[in-house]
């Protein structure tokens, strides 16, 4: 399923890291959407379960890690992102958009992210909160 749902994301028409970025967030957005009532009862049990989450964390890290580190690596070659690890870029990559999903689907129980949400979420990812030297006064 990773594998398809990668392919499907890599497919988009745009070749950017934020355009990847946008098809990555919005398949996923798909999938917990369709598959709401067992996302959220995963995150409630792998919050309260440490066993649990120590079993399937570690687990979804690493092939999460396997299929997007060549991701990665392609666009920082590209000079499209920042010369830090890889490993320690997609731990910040996850914890945004995990908190991001967590935050939306079960914490506010959402039905759906609205597209200037979602531009947003990109947007702060690529640029960070602080104001670029154009919008400074």
Same mark, same amino acid.
């Not at 092939?63 to 997609?90: C, F, H, N, Q, W």
């Given at each position: 399923?990773?594998n398809?749902?990668?392919?499907?994301?890599?497919?988009h028409a745009?070749?950017?890291?934020g355009?990847?970025?946008?098809?990555l967030?919005?398949?996923?957005?798909?999938?917990?959407?369709?598959?709401?009532?067992i996302?959220?009862v995963?995150?409630?049990e792998?919050?309260?379960?440490?066993?649990l989450?120590?079993?399937?964390?570690?687990? !979804?890290?690493?092939?999460?890690? &396997? @299929?997007l580190?060549?991701v990665?690596?392609?666009?920082?070659?590209? $000079? +499209? /992102?920042? *010369?830090?690890?890889?490993?320690?870029?997609?731990?910040?990559?996850?914890?945004? !958009?995990?908190?991001f999903?967590? &935050? @939306?689907?079960?914490?506010?129980?959402?039905?759906?992210?609205?597209e $200037? +949400? /979602?531009? *947003?979420?990109i947007y702060?990812?690529?640029?960070?909160?602080?104001?670029?030297?154009?919008?400074?006064?």
């Amino acid at each position: 399923m990773a594998n398809e749902a990668l392919g499907q994301i890599t497919n988009h028409a745009d070749p950017t890291f934020g355009g990847f970025l946008r098809a990555l967030i919005i398949n996923r957005i798909e999938f917990a959407m369709e598959n709401r009532e067992i996302f959220q009862v995963l995150v409630k049990e792998v919050m309260y379960k440490e066993e649990l989450k120590k079993e399937l964390l570690p687990y !979804i890290f690493e092939v999460a890690t &396997s @299929r997007l580190t060549p991701v990665i690596e392609l666009y920082k070659e590209r $000079g +499209e /992102l920042m *010369d830090i690890p890889t490993d320690r870029m997609l731990k910040l990559l996850f914890t945004f !958009i995990g908190g991001f999903f967590v &935050s @939306r689907f079960v914490l506010l129980n959402k039905e759906s992210i609205p597209e $200037g +949400e /979602l531009e *947003d979420a990109i947007y702060f990812v690529l640029n960070g909160i602080r104001k670029s030297s154009s919008q400074q006064e």
